[in-house]
Each structure stands twice: as structure tokens, then as C-alpha cells.
């Protein structure tokens, strides 16, 4: 359940074209989204998610290998509600999750943010019914 297997990455590069060519996006502070919901039914997991730190901002590899280390621990022990939201309005969704802060934040911050952020994600691919 609190696994980040090779089936939950995004490597293909055809998703990875068409997410940049068609996809949408969205911005909750730290964190820069970009999304595309993929309706053939093709992927392996509920979401594919691929993890960004610009080296623009973070000129030494391992200040950007930490953060992406820190937000992938964050992604694994939260996806759990993040895939029932999904399953509950059978979507699949593979998405991009950059890094857009200009320093780097302690990791309670990223933690609250990015589960934040990814409820917001759900609630944006499922509308609540009104």
C-alpha cells in the first residue's frame, strides 16, 4: 500500500509530449502542477506521477536530489486517498509535480502543502455533486 513502484512513474514518453502539448495546469504554493486525465484506460496505475526540481533554482544536484527525495516520500505515504478519489469517479490522471519555491522549505511544510495539494487535485478531476 505505502509502496512508489515502477507502474506509478511516468516515463512514456507519449504522455510525457502529449501532458506538455495538451495538458492543464494548476499552481498551489510551492508546488507547480500539470495534468492530463488519460480516458482509454491504458495506464498501469490510477496516476502516473513524474517529480521536477528546476536546476535553476537549485544549482547543486543534491539540494535538488533531496527535495525530489523528500516529495516522493511525501507522494508514497499519501497517495492512498489520492488513488480512492480517483477510483471513485474511474479516472486516470499521469501528472507533474515541479518544485517552484526559490529556497528549499522544512519538510513538515512540503508535507502539509503537497496533501493539500493533491486533495485539491482530486477535487478538480471529481467535482463534489452539488
Do not use: W
Not at 517529480?51 to 539540494?63: L, T, Y
Amino acid at each position: 500500500m505505502f509502496t512508489f513502484k515502477k507502474e506509478e512513474r511516468l516515463c512514456r514518453k507519449s504522455y510525457l509530449d502529449a501532458l506538455f502539448a495538451s495538458g492543464s495546469s494548476f499552481f498551489i504554493y510551492p508546488f507547480s502542477f500539470r495534468y492530463l486525465e488519460i480516458t482509454d484506460g491504458s495506464l498501469p496505475a490510477q496516476a502516473q506521477i513524474v517529480i521536477s526540481v528546476p536546476k535553476r533554482k537549485f544549482k547543486r544536484a543534491h539540494d535538488r536530489n533531496r527535495i525530489r527525495r523528500q516529495l516522493r516520500e511525501v507522494y508514497r505515504l499519501n497517495k492512498a486517498k489520492f488513488y480512492d478519489q480517483l477510483a471513485a469517479g474511474n479516472k486516470q490522471v499521469v501528472f507533474l509535480v515541479s518544485y517552484s519555491a526559490k529556497t528549499e522549505l522544512p519538510y513538515a511544510t512540503l508535507h502539509k502543502q503537497l496533501v493539500f495539494a493533491l486533495h485539491r487535485f482530486a477535487e478538480v478531476l471529481n467535482p463534489p455533486a452539488s
